[in-house]
């Protein structure tokens, strides 16, 4: 867990969740390959390549002839705000000005010490450079409208997000410092920033028993560093390990780096023509696990769970089901994925969205359009989704990654349809 915690407590955005997953792989020997260059391959290799900074790839060479991809997909994004261009409001009191990114629980950013997270684009010689930036303080707060002038504050308040939730900077005179610091801490002039708020309150483990883990960004960060983490600790095998991590996933997937994107469609075209394999031969027998946390059984609001389907934090892996396939799941892919996690001692759950509270798509869904393989949509169980602080279990994280390295881990053949051999 304090490999976990060190995570979800240094990437403070996209950007930044990439950055660690890209010096991850270094450190274990994978290369970085550029999409602009032809990419030299060999048996054995392990390579990645990242696109806009804020999505990745990695993936590892078998010796032999591989049978086909095992893939898992999670997200490298999270419901936030972003400040925008000219965001600076003056006045009494200097502020920002920022818009929804994703579908937030607007409450819970209230009254908490937040700051900015991202990257900027800095005027260089030969043009312009992409930087991270966090800037590490205690520097924004979201102040609530007191009880006594906001009587319905507790009767179903509706949040406008144009008054609202306008970050406080400082006084007056405080606007005018925020660019200066930036440009400072980049060291050049900015061109242009995709910046983000994220809370100051760090991974916490809790609990009567510490079995809870709450941080920012749990979704989706704990499935991309579950994924990440058994992906490198897998052993050998007959097909090829594929990792990714996409952003956007928040608001859609439409980016050139989400999955409704061609990089994974591009990025496996390029590695089967590097190694001479067929790509259609390879996809026939090929998986994916779309890894996005689901809903746990909320403790005070049960009713909201379908009865028989209603996961608990703690109590293992979930795997996600919905007919009209907005999770991907169906009885061959789950079949296959609970035999991976049966080998491994992991338990599985399972979740279905109450039959009239309609939930949202995810990764698999979106990424089958393009590459189209059998697919089983997982996560963990979770409370409090789309808060700025969220909640899991210390337990199924740690299955998780004894899922994934299982997965990973495993050779998937598929001789004829009908026919699956894992």
């Known amino acids: 867990m304090e490999k976990l915690k060190h995570f979800l407590d240094y990437a403070h955005s996209a950007y930044h969740a990439i950055d660690y997953i890209k010096k991850t792989l270094q ?11 032809k990419w030299e391959i060999i048996p054995g290799g392990k390579y990645f390549v990242t696109r806009g900074g804020s999505a990745i790839m990695a993936f590892r060479v078998p010796e032999g002839e591989p049978n086909g991809f095992l893939m898992s ?3 490298s994004d999270r419901p936030t705000f972003k400040w925008k261009e000219n965001g600076i409001l003056d006045g009494k009191y200097s502020r920002l000005s920022v818009e929804r990114y994703g579908g937030m629980l607007i409450s819970t950013w209230l009254d908490r010490p937040l700051s900015l997270a991202g990257r900027v684009l800095v005027e260089t010689e030969n043009g312009v450079q992409s930087k991270l930036i966090d800037i590490d303080r205690d ?3 979201i102040p609530n409208v007191a009880i006594h002038m906001n009587r319905a504050a507790n009767d179903g308040y509706k949040w406008n997000p144009a008054t609202d939730v306008l970050p406080l900077l400082g006084g007056k005179e405080s606007g005018a410092k925020l660019l200066p610091l930036l440009e400072e801490m980049a060291g050049g002039k900015i061109l242009g920033h995709d910046l983000f708020l994220y809370v100051r309150e760090n991974a916490k483990v809790w609990g009567m028993e510490n079995e809870y883990i709450s941080a920012q960004a749990i979704d989706d960060l704990a499935c991309a560093w579950g994924c990440t983490e058994g992906f490198l600790q897998a052993g050998e095998s007959g097909s090829v390990p594929v990792l990714c991590v996409f952003d956007s996933e928040e608001v859609g997937s439409g980016s050139v780096q989400g999955a409704a994107s061609d990089f994974l469609e591009a990025t496996l075209l390029r590695l089967c023509g590097a190694m001479g394999w067929d790509l259609k031969a390879m996809l026939s027998s090929s998986f994916m696990v779309s890894a996005d946390n689901g809903h746990a059984l909320h403790p005070n609001h049960p009713e909201f769970a379908d009865p028989q389907n209603a996961p608990v934090v703690g109590g293992g892996v979930v795997l996600k089901y919905n007919a009209a396939q907005k999770y991907t799941t169906d009885g061959v892919s789950g079949a296959l994925f609970k035999k991976v996690c049966k080998g491994a001692d992991v338990p599985v759950q399972t979740y279905y969205n109450r039959a009239d509270l309609p939930g949202g798509s995810t990764l698999g869904y979106i990424s089958l359009a393009h590459v189209s393989v059998l697919s089983a949509d997982i996560g963990l ?9 969220e909640t899991a279990g210390v337990e199924d994280a740690k299955n998780l990654v004894k899922a994934m390295t299982a997965y990973y881990g495993s050779t998937l053949a598929v001789p004829e349809d009908g026919v699956y051999q894992l």
């Open 27 to 37: 450190k274990e020997g994978y290369t970085q390959l550029s999409k602009g260059k």
């Open 73 to 75: 997909a999670s997200h």
């Open 139 to 141: 520097l924004l707060l």
């Open 381 to 389: 169980p979770q409370l409090a989704m789309h808060s700025c602080y």
